[in-house]
């Protein structure tokens, strides 16, 4: 499959496109020659977020526009349509249509990480099973974002659960104080191959745990996720047991 959009493109360009009847139809038409002309077996729409980022807030209903209108096209010819979207409660109650997506869609692709950042300014675990007892936002986890897809109408069997192979970092304010929701000054330093402050990649981690002395490794129990500690920098992340615990 291919997929189209992502962070970096934001809503802008999908928010005048589909807001445009006429134009939402070309578009349509393109999306599937491009699909069939190069052999790909379906597209994946990432549209990140809808009457967010650039959009307005006609984008619900025309996203869920544009995903009638692809399936209409695609599904005669057996092409597959998924879609990439919000694990936010907020943020899909925003964006999405989740009765006409689930209808419409073959799967819906849940982006159940980046829960907590280096954005923040406190640890906090990228993708957590369960709330915590620190957090103050209750519904950003996978119990509740799954949860909140099913009430609102997500059929069950559509439902994609995204397990990110990478952890987030932070760099606490003092290497004594190195529990989920301790103060932090920032991200903690780039990988050596991610090459982007504030996220390590699963081999980086497991590469600086096994070959670097000084390293507190911990599994929360109640979040169901571990997290590692050396001196300043923390790093929520997955291993096999949180893996195996969402599966």
């Known amino acids: 499959m291919v997929a189209i959009g992502g962070w970096n493109e934001g809503s802008t360009g999908f928010s005048n496109i589909c807001g445009n009847p006429s134009l939402r139809a070309t578009f349509v038409n393109n999306l599937y020659n491009f699909v069939r002309n190069y052999g790909f077996n379906g597209l994946d729409l990432d549209w990140e977020f809808p009457a967010q980022r650039g959009g307005g ?26 879609a990439a979207v ?29 829960y907590h950042g280096s954005w ?16 103050t936002d209750t519904g950003l986890n996978i119990q509740s974002t799954v949860n909140y897809w099913l009430q609102q109408g997500a059929n069950r069997g559509k439902l994609v659960l995204g397990v990110p192979m ?54 929360d129990s109640t979040q169901q996720v571990p997290y590692a500690s050396r001196s300043n920098l923390w790093i929520g992340y997955d291993n096999v047991s949180s893996v195996q615990a969402k599966v």
Not at 61 to 76: I, Q
Not at 86 to 94: D, E, N, T
Not at 184 to 210: K, V
């Open 120 to 135: 923040e300014s406190r640890t906090g675990q990228n993708a957590p099973m369960y709330a915590s007892s620190v957090d």
């Open 166 to 219: 990478y952890g987030r970092t932070f760099t606490l304010q003092s290497a004594t104080n190195k529990g989920l929701g301790a103060p932090t000054t920032g991200a903690g330093a780039a990988g050596q191959y991610s090459q982007e402050a504030g996220i390590l990649m699963y081999s980086e981690i497991c590469t600086l745990q096994r070959t670097q002395s000084g390293w507190t490794t911990m599994y």
């Open 86 to 114: 919000s694990a936010g409660l907020w943020a899909a109650s925003v964006s999405y249509d989740i009765p006409q997506l689930s209808a419409n869609l073959d799967f819906i692709n849940l982006m159940t990480y980046d």
């Open 57 to 82: 807030s006609a984008d619900k209903a025309n996203f869920a526009a544009l995903v009638r209108e692809l399936k209409a096209k695609f599904s005669p010819a057996g092409l597959i349509l998924s």
